[in-house]
């Protein structure tokens, strides 16, 4: 009897749902957020047909690219993309209190951006916070909440001493009942090794009744095997990103794992035939960027230093380009060192957008001025006093006190010190609005925003404009 049991249970379905990512991380993670609209609207037909939980299409650094490189209104963007896809769900990623930007903005921005997201085509809105502190999420949860969104948290993955299967599970338990739909273990730069992933998925099953998303990047090479044993141990959803974008800096490949799970309880049922016709239209856009020298092919392979020293891909890439400007390359390995070690001095933060290039920065300080924290970046400062949030670990006191002095340390909710802006905002650049959303592009990126306009103007009078640089860097978030 106890045999026939175990059969049943086997057979079991239990399909997994596929998140696509090719039209906001993988281009973001492997070709610095380039992929423009026109590229994206000829394949969305197809796309639309595979039969995904969700596509990934905005948020995260694509709108700050939008505007600045591509001048493209990322706004336009998503309303054409909402009016292409007919039958899937539409998924953007938001940095909790700090949007799409990279600084806390008052909590009327928030709530307003998050309203124009959901009224202009977003169903899911990814939300995390870089420190991990659930209350720089509290106010972005209830706006979505609010608008009938799906309010999916994610928790930054990382590793260190304060980052505990109990620290995964509490935090967990406060996601659900803060009031999210979902939550998605977010591990930006593929530290989360595969029975590693067993465990925290076993262990937030337990504890939470809502569903469980699986983010992760190829980076460090483990990432295929990951998604295998945390499928096995229930997670309900997974990350991929079409072939052509896929593994180094992004995720693990849509077919491949499609293909995993064909004849298995998580069968996905997709279509590989669709899927191949898709993986063509996008192979000649990853050829062409790898000619033009958009796509680095180191970004393309294995960087084992990822679990070393706990440097997201994009981070790393940034490392680079900062050593070679002050023509210090020979250094990068001294920089790497000192990145673990000024992370443990501002309480062990996740790396991720922004505290991945606040850590990165002070590091790349540390070791070329030739004495720890001699030159110290105002956004480290504002971590030491506490702007960002509460951190996992105490910040280092001596260190603290070396780069911010005397000067009163936050302890309340940083936004709770902000006074609301979006009149102050809107009589700023209201010679500029075309539309209502234009004064959250403002409030985000100001300078870009308002070149933007000016470039917009210019295009609607006939006068024409320079093309946009294209080669500046982009993070994995």
Not at 138 to 144: F, G, N, R, S
Not at 250 to 267: C, I, L, R
Not at 423 to 428: M, P, R, T
């Given at each position: 009897m106890a045999d026939k049991n175990n059969k049943n249970q086997a057979v079991e379905k239990k399909p997994v749902k596929i998140l696509e990512t090719i039209l906001r991380d993988a281009h973001q993670s492997l070709i610095a957020t380039r992929m423009s609209t026109d590229e994206m609207l000829p394949i969305v037909d197809k796309l639309d047909q595979v039969g995904y939980h969700a596509v990934e299409c905005w948020g995260g650094a694509t709108f700050d690219a939008a505007l600045r490189f591509l001048k493209e209104d990322p706004w336009i963007r998503l309303r054409k993309l909402r009016d292409g896809f007919k039958h899937t769900k539409l998924q953007m990623l938001f940095r909790g209190q700090n949007i799409l930007g990279y600084k806390p903005y008052p909590d009327d921005v928030v709530e307003y951006f998050v309203q124009k997201s959901v009224a202009n085509g977003i169903d899911i809105i990814r939300i995390f916070d870089c420190m991990n502190d659930l209350r720089n999420l509290?106010?972005?949860?209830?706006?979505?909440n609010k608008e009938k969104a799906h309010a999916q948290v994610a928790l930054s993955y990382t590793l260190g001493d304060a980052y505990t299967l109990d620290y995964w599970t509490t935090k967990a338990k406060q996601i659900e009942e803060m009031g999210a739909d979902s939550i998605c273990i977010k591990d930006m730069a593929g530290l989360l090794l595969p029975y590693t992933a067993t465990e925290l998925v076993t262990a937030l099953k337990k504890t939470v009744k809502i569903p469980i998303d699986l983010h992760t990047h190829y980076t460090s090479g483990v990432a295929s095997m990951t998604y295998l044993k945390a499928v096995e141990a229930g997670v309900d959803i997974i990350d991929t990103a079409m072939s052509p974008f896929?593994?180094?800096?992004?995720?693990?490949?849509?077919?491949?794992?499609?293909?995993?799970?064909?004849?298995?309880?998580?069968?996905?049922g997709f279509d590989q035939k669709l899927l191949a016709e898709i993986a063509d239209y996008f192979r000649p856009m990853r050829d062409k960027a790898l000619d033009t020298g958009l796509l680095n092919p180191k970004n393309l392979g294995v960087n084992i230093k990822t679990l070393l020293y706990q440097v997201p891909g994009g981070m790393l890439s940034n490392l680079t380009s900062q050593l070679k400007e002050q023509h210090a390359e020979d250094r990068f390995y001294d920089v790497l060192e000192e990145v673990p070690r000024v992370r443990k001095d501002l309480g062990e933060p996740p790396l991720v957008t922004p505290s991945s290039q606040i850590v990165g920065t002070q590091a790349v300080f540390n070791v070329l001025m030739g004495e720890r924290y001699k030159m110290v970046t105002k956004e480290t400062k504002d971590v030491l006093t506490g702007k960002y949030g509460e951190t996992a670990k105490p910040f280092n006191k001596e260190i603290q006190k070396k780069c911010i002095g005397d000067e009163k340390v936050i302890t309340c909710r940083p936004a709770d010190l902000l006074d609301n802006q979006l009149?102050?905002?809107?009589?700023?650049m209201a010679q500029y609005k075309q539309m209502d959303e234009d004064v959250l592009s403002y409030a985000l990126f100001p300078q870009v925003a308002m070149d933007f306009f000016k470039y917009r103007q210019a295009q609607q009078t006939g006068v024409d404009e320079n093309k946009a640089d294209t080669k500046d860097g982009a993070y994995p978030v």
């Open positions: 509290e106010t972005c949860v209830k706006a979505a896929a593994l180094g800096t992004s995720q693990p490949a849509t077919e491949v794992m499609v293909e995993t799970f064909k004849g298995t309880p998580y069968d996905t009149d102050k905002l809107e009589s700023e």
